[in-house]
């Protein structure tokens, strides 16, 4: 990259935040999202690499 690019997660999205609203209103639905927190800081602390879902602040 040359000077002044910037890296971005998909082609196109430049925007350093997103927002994100994430359907929570059933029991299930809670547990697939947490289940998928939980195995991307697995993958983060096992073999090291970042796991986007990992970067988020969360409401």
Same mark, same amino acid.
């Given at each position: 990259?040359?000077? +002044?690019?910037?890296?971005?997660? @998909?082609?196109?999205?430049?925007?350093? *935040?997103?927002?994100?609203?994430?359907? %929570?209103?059933?029991?299930?639905?809670? +547990?697939?999202?947490?289940?998928? @927190?939980?195995?991307?800081?697995?993958? *983060?602390?096992?073999?090291?690499?970042? %796991?986007?879902?990992?970067?988020?602040?969360?409401?």
């Amino acid at each position: 990259m040359g000077t +002044g690019d910037r890296a971005v997660s @998909r082609q196109g999205q430049f925007a350093d *935040e997103v927002e994100v609203e994430l359907y %929570q209103h059933t029991d299930e639905l809670v +547990g697939a999202f947490h289940k998928a @927190r939980d195995f991307a800081r697995f993958i *983060e602390e096992t073999e090291g690499t970042r %796991q986007k879902l990992c970067f988020a602040t969360y409401n």
